[in-house]
């Protein structure tokens, strides 16, 4: 195997014998030909673009497809080759491509030997390093946090036809021989259709669950029995609610599930009681003491350990071997049955050691906007300096304890803007408020990184200034491919001066490293002395 996906990946390089993740050889493969595959369908369903062949529901299929394929979604190998049969099946479906045909667009496995000699080739081209091949990854990185944002849009109803079209141009793009020109554009259109895209979740949420509220959040335990719901799916929790009315059955969000208590559709049901722990990799450790079933929507799940592995269940986009999988049904309902039955033979959850505080959610677009003479009274008296976006993931690794300390040392004139699981590193440190403005306002899920854009674009609005003018610093944290596509639309708005960490991804190649810094002024992470000092110019720490 050759994988470089994530923040994760083994020396800052790649994954070669078995990912961090925990993904072995053959379920990295197993990507790598679906990926392959969903190029040859797209090359396919465009080629027959305009005619009555043209399949536009075989763009959700690809997008579906390669949401899988991100870290710590699906390592169920047996729903991996389904995916790949059903992928052949489509593909043949469709009329040749003709004389624009690509290998993907005709290979065809005969066993799966075959499969895994295609996937040992895919892996040897992934190590070659030199610009071209850092750029095609860069490029699918993007797609892939793409097809993730819209596969939430489109579970809810909202699709977009020129999106899945760019999905599939660009895969297709990614198997030609374009040049490092051609492939950077691709790259920044990327963004810009993940702009696009990102807007178009914000409002299959909105209209579904109505505009976030701002929320405090409990983080105690009660004396029932209770489900634990984590990933990003917010139409599953919603079922689940609905089917644990009455049951005596508490249900607890974790995770990036933690901004559904700012949604007026779930304030209805007196069972959603409050979020249990913290960030994704925090898991293994925090599921053992649940003691109820979990439920895994999306990513990220990590290798369950055995003290819980009896009561995981995936659904959607995840997958584990030998974990139940709780399916849909055409009319889209799921059976949450099994969770429910089992939740009422557990013991109520333990506390953490985080548990106490109460946590603030809910402070997307619309929320900030109805406060937004108040914010911009702030500014223009100086009781807000500056705001930080301190958005994306978090993770396991020790040197992350730099976000805390990056958090604690802003000035007390200072706001963090935030989306995604990064928060768990400090929303739940006492920061205060300025002028009853909470210091660290979360838009929510890294699903929800729109209403930064959309915040910043309020605030350039009422100053009269471009988003580089205002007074807004970027240090945020990646993991996987949903941040990098944040990245790139963030690019492709024009943004620069963005500091990421805590490492920068194995797959750019120095050539292409040097082209984001000369261009846009990418630069990793420091020290907190050093990175404060550049950030929050003429600050005095804490």
Known sequence: MFCNQCEETARGCACTVSGVCGKDAETAGLHDVLIYLCAGIAARNLAAAGTEQERPEVGTFIATALFGTLTNVNFDRERLKHLIRKAIAIRDLLPSAGQDELEASTWTPKDDAEITAKAGAIASEAAIDDDIHSLRSLLLAGLKGLAAYYHHAAVLGYTDESVTEFIQRALI???????ADELVGLTME??????????????A???TFGHPEITFVKTTVGDRAGILVTGHELGDLLQLLEQTRGSGIDVYTHGEMLPAHAYPAFKKYPQLVGNYGGAWWKQTEEFARFNGPVLVTT???VPPKETYRDRIFTTGAAGFPGIPHIGMSLDGRKDFSPLIERAKRASPPEPL???GPELTTGCAHQAVGAIADSVVDAIKKGAIRRFVVMAGCDG???EREYYTEFAQALPKDTVILTAGCAKYRYNALDLGTIG???RVIDAGQCNDSYSLVAIAQQLAGAFGVGINDLPISYNIAWYEQK???????LLSLGVKDITLGPRLPGFLSPGVLNVLVEKFGLRKITTVDEDMARMVPAATAG
């Open 173 to 179: 793009g990614r198997l030609r021989e374009l040049s």
């Open 190 to 203: 990327c963004g810009s259709v993940g702009v696009r895209t990102l807007a178009l979740l914000d409002r």
């Open 205 to 207: 949420n909105t209209t």
């Open 299 to 301: 990513n990220c799940i």
């Open 353 to 355: 050691e985080s548990s």
């Open 396 to 398: 396991r690794q020790p």
């Open 436 to 438: 009853g403005i909470p």
């Open 483 to 489: 941040a990098v596509l944040v990245l790139l639309a």
